[in-house]
């Protein structure tokens, strides 16, 4: 069994946040986040039900920002 290696883990206390759409507590679980061909995978907040993820202000504005100038620099 391999074992997957995560670029980044945003880890919420479980039960702090809300599904907007299913009203259940968000679960840290793993995430594929994908860009341009590349994907990066996660581990963040996401609704167990429905699979909606939290990508937090810091994500998106820090380390996503920095993948999306690398991959359209290439």
Known sequence: MSETSYHEVFDL??????????HIPLE???????YMGSDFPIL?????????????????????LDVERALEDK
């Open 13 to 22: 206390s479980e039960g702090e946040l809300f599904c907007g759409c299913c």
């Open 28 to 34: 840290n679980g793993p995430v594929t986040l994908r």
């Open 44 to 64: 963040m907040p996401k609704c167990p039900k429905c699979g909606q993820c939290l990508i937090p202000e810091e994500l998106a504005i820090g380390k996503i």
